[in-house]
């Protein structure tokens, strides 16, 4: 170990919080832990939906640089720092916990939320039927850290800011274009659309071997040679590496488009079937998932070899080998397209919802031929160019901060002093 640092357990740096809201109920926000953006308000990420019940007189309190995790998905990284409000609170199923002055907030949510600290947390867990484990901050405190001086804690933490800063910069410019590229297509289909618009979802069907210029209604099954559906083993979660074998997890169909480290790693060969591998080209389709997402399709772009399916991603297989999956991707992505796969969707619960290959097929689109599609196309080709170039640089910073963060945390790299 580096000289200055310290081996220590969680417990000796933090203390667990138990502090009731009580009266405060109309003064405190109602926070949740998530993956991947941490502690937010409950009110503005679940948008329309209240997850949380009507009295939180007996939610835990979360100052103010205090932290919080969620006990049963600790063990997927749902851990955050609270920074959002001055006081807020958590479900009372939620861990709360404070640090010592002696360690910097922003190197301590980096650590915690580090593979490494995932993996650790697994050893801990109290696993139960659904795999869901808890980890009871009786467990989490017994957990070590090396923790370097105060002094140095901040610059690591300010060089990992920096390399976020820039993946954050590369995504933004990404989003821009990706609604520039949604405008142009907007325009090419606007025809065509407004009649869906326009249409009751019940009285879709009447559009169907109707024209609209170059533009003809059909049913999507008559367009599909077939559509492919997967597995869902009970597995860990956590990504197959190089040379393993993945199944895909239905958050790999992204409002952004194909996310192939949205994956389960495969640990036994004989859960491996090879025709339903991805490839590059394939058209996803999310078969179950929350009701904004349910039916979200994507094209699967580079992508590595070995992942699969599962069987809440549909892959759809056009009949005619001339005719572009990107271009039926842009009219699933469609507003028109959106109500009617909104409304076929079924299921009781507010949070979830399915949508069946039969619905799929009885979709109603608008489609042209293959060289119109191309003609539809090429103005989108030079944005979405440039949007690959963007996600290739993200997909490398991610890499290099896996790395800086794993040899700064070890302290094989010494940090730089502050200019």
């Given at each position: 170990?580096?000289?200055?640092?310290?081996?220590?357990?969680?417990?000796?740096v933090?203390?667990?919080?138990n502090?009731?809201?009580?009266?405060l109920?109309?003064?405190?926000?109602v926070?949740?832990?998530?993956?991947?953006?941490?502690?937010?308000?409950?009110?503005e990420?679940?948008k329309?939906?209240?997850?949380?019940?009507?009295?939180?007189?007996?939610?835990?309190?979360?100052?103010?640089?205090?932290?919080?995790?969620?006990?049963?998905?600790?063990?997927?990284?749902?851990?955050?720092?609270?920074?959002?409000?001055?006081?807020?609170?958590?479900?009372?199923?939620?861990t709360?916990?404070?640090?010592?002055?002696?360690?910097?907030?922003?190197?301590?949510?980096?650590v915690?939320?580090?593979?490494?600290?995932?993996?650790?947390?697994?050893?801990?867990?109290?696993?139960?039927?659904?795999?869901?484990?808890?980890?009871r901050?009786?467990?989490?405190?017994?957990?070590?850290?090396d923790?370097?001086?105060?002094?140095?804690?901040?610059?690591?933490?300010?060089?990992?800011?920096e390399?976020?800063?820039q993946?954050?910069?590369?995504?933004?410019?990404d989003?821009?274009?990706?609604?520039?590229?949604?405008?142009?297509?907007?325009?090419?289909?606007?025809?065509a659309?407004?009649?869906?618009?326009a249409?009751?979802?019940?009285?879709?069907?009447?559009?169907?071997?109707?024209?609209?210029?170059?533009?003809?209604?059909?049913?999507?099954?008559s367009?599909?040679?077939?559509?492919?559906?997967g597995?869902?083993?009970?597995?860990e979660?956590k990504?197959?590496?190089a040379?393993q074998w993945?199944?895909?997890?239905?958050?790999?169909?992204?409002r952004?488009?194909f996310?192939?480290?949205?994956?389960?790693?495969?640990?036994?060969?004989?859960?491996?079937?090879?025709?339903?591998?991805?490839?590059?080209?394939d058209?996803?389709?999310?078969?179950?998932?929350?009701?904004?997402?349910?039916?979200?399709?994507?094209?699967?772009?580079?992508?590595?070899?070995g992942?699969?399916?599962?069987?809440?991603?549909?892959?759809?297989?056009?009949?005619?080998?001339?005719?572009?999956?990107r271009f039926?991707?842009?009219?699933?992505?469609?507003s028109?397209?959106?109500?009617?796969?909104?409304?076929?969707?079924?299921?009781?619960?507010?949070?979830?919802?399915?949508?069946?290959?039969?619905?799929?097929?009885?979709?109603?689109?608008?489609?042209?031929?293959?060289s119109?599609?191309?003609s539809?196309?090429?103005?989108?080709?030079?944005?979405?160019?440039?949007?690959?170039?963007?996600?290739?640089?993200?997909?490398?910073?991610?890499?290099?901060?896996?790395?800086?963060?794993?040899d700064?945390?070890?302290?094989?790299?010494?940090?730089?002093?502050?200019?």
């Amino acid at each position: 170990m580096r000289e200055g640092w310290r081996r220590v357990t969680l417990g000796e740096v933090t203390q667990e919080q138990n502090l009731r809201v009580g009266d405060l109920s109309d003064r405190v926000a109602v926070l949740s832990s998530t993956k991947h953006h941490g502690l937010v308000r409950s009110d503005e990420y679940f948008k329309n939906r209240q997850i949380y019940s009507a009295d939180i007189s007996g939610y835990k309190l979360v100052r103010r640089g205090w932290f919080s995790y969620a006990t049963n998905h600790l063990t997927e990284g749902s851990i955050g720092l609270q920074n959002l409000v001055d006081d807020g609170c958590v479900s009372p199923v939620y861990t709360v916990f404070s640090c010592s002055p002696e360690v910097d907030k922003g190197f301590m949510i980096r650590v915690l939320k580090s593979e490494r600290m995932l993996g650790l947390y697994g050893l801990h867990d109290q696993a139960s039927v659904d795999r869901r484990g808890a980890v009871r901050y009786s467990d989490f405190k017994d957990i070590e850290i090396d923790l370097p001086p105060l002094l140095e804690q901040r610059r690591i933490a300010e060089v990992l800011d920096e390399v976020d800063a820039q993946i954050q910069r590369l995504r933004s410019e990404d989003l821009k274009l990706g609604d520039l590229r949604e405008s142009v297509l907007n325009v090419k289909l606007r025809g065509a659309l407004e009649v869906l618009e326009a249409t009751e979802v019940s009285h879709m069907a009447e559009h169907v071997d109707q024209t609209m210029g170059s533009f003809r209604f059909v049913l999507l099954g008559s367009l599909l040679a077939g559509i492919d559906a997967g597995h869902s083993p009970d597995l860990e979660d956590k990504p197959a590496g190089a040379g393993q074998w993945g199944v895909l997890k239905v958050s790999a169909v992204g409002r952004e488009g194909f996310r192939p480290l949205e994956n389960k790693r495969v640990e036994s060969a004989d859960l491996v079937d090879a025709s339903l591998e991805v490839r590059k080209g394939d058209l996803l389709m999310t078969r179950a998932n929350t009701p904004g997402l349910v039916g979200l399709s994507c094209v699967v772009g580079e992508v590595r070899p070995g992942l699969m399916l599962s069987d809440k991603t549909l892959r759809l297989n056009l009949a005619c080998r001339d005719d572009d999956p990107r271009f039926l991707d842009a009219i699933l992505r469609q507003s028109a397209l959106r109500r009617q796969i909104e409304i076929a969707a079924t299921g009781t619960s507010s949070s979830m919802k399915n949508i069946s290959q039969d619905s799929i097929r009885k979709l109603v689109v608008p489609w042209v031929n293959s060289s119109v599609q191309t003609s539809i196309l090429a103005p989108v080709a030079a944005i979405q160019e440039k949007r690959d170039l963007l996600r290739r640089e993200v997909v490398k910073l991610e890499s290099v901060r896996k790395a800086l963060t794993d040899d700064l945390f070890a302290g094989q790299v010494r940090v730089p002093p502050a200019l």
